[in-house]
């Protein structure tokens, strides 16, 4: 069974900070990473990809894959009370049987204190 | 407004009760999801399709039915509802199978009694 890990949190940062956000995956084949982002209560909402080592930026956000130590993470800067939700860690990897899925993390609550 | 419908919002529903969540996209997905989830467990994949007229059983496909007559349905099919499938289930689609992104339906909450 392919494991994808978060710290489950409350991970709580000032408003204004930069949150750091860290994921680390099992299957050193993945290929695709994903970041979403989870009110409560609410559905996931895709806020970031990334498919190459390296940084990815799109507006406040970034995200950085390190395919040889298995981790993929995401900045948040100028982090705002907006911002404050679970953010879940997806994996693209092989699950067995010619097969395919995305394994998700448990995720990562985060908290902007105003 | 393009994207996934899914219905009901919410249930309640007796054990041993059958029960079906609607999934309908029209972004023209060729791959479709069904995925539970559970506080402490995550989200955890039930079914697939890869393209209408295929299914294929994800982690935890035990107590579950899907079909997919046509691109824009999915339904799930819980054939006799047990306690043990009180869950939030969403919904997902991707424009194809594979490592394209996914996204997601507002969910389904039920619980079974």
């Known amino acids: 069974q392919k494991e994808v890990e978060q710290n489950s949190g409350p991970l709580s940062v000032p408003e204004g900070a930069i949150a750091s956000l860290n994921c680390t995956y099992s299957?050193?084949?993945?290929?695709?990473f994903f970041w979403y982002r989870q009110y409560s209560g609410k559905s996931p909402e895709l806020i970031m990809f990334?498919?190459?080592?390296g940084d990815k930026e799109d507006g406040r956000f970034t995200a950085q894959l390190n395919k040889a130590s298995q981790y993929v993470s995401l900045l948040i800067r100028d982090s705002q009370p907006s911002d404050s939700a679970t953010y879940l860690c997806?994996?693209?990897?092989?699950?067995?049987?010619?097969?395919?899925?995305?394994?998700f993390g448990k995720g990562t609550k985060l908290s902007v204190i105003p | 407004i393009a994207g996934i419908t899914q219905a009901p919002t919410s249930q309640i529903l007796a054990a041993g009760r059958r029960m079906t969540l609607r999934c309908t996209q029209d972004?023209?997905?060729?791959?479709m999801y069904w995925y539970r989830q559970d506080l402490g467990l995550g989200l955890r994949l039930i079914h697939y399709?890869?393209?209408?007229?295929?299914?294929g059983k994800g982690e935890v496909p035990d107590g579950y039915s899907v079909s997919r007559a046509n691109t824009d349905d999915f339904p799930l099919t819980l054939a006799s509802a047990v306690p043990s499938q009180t869950s939030v289930y969403f919904c997902?689609?991707?424009?194809?199978?594979?490592?394209?992104?996914?996204?997601f339906g507002d969910g389904t909450r039920l619980s079974i009694l």
């Open positions: 972004m023209r997905h060729n791959a």
């Open positions: 997806a994996v693209w990897s092989y699950s067995g049987a010619g097969s395919y899925q995305l394994t």
């Open positions: 299957d050193r084949g993945s290929q695709s």
């Open positions: 399709s890869n393209t209408a007229g295929t299914t």
């Open positions: 997902a689609s991707s424009a194809s199978p594979g490592n394209q992104p996914q996204h």
């Open positions: 990334i498919y190459s080592n």
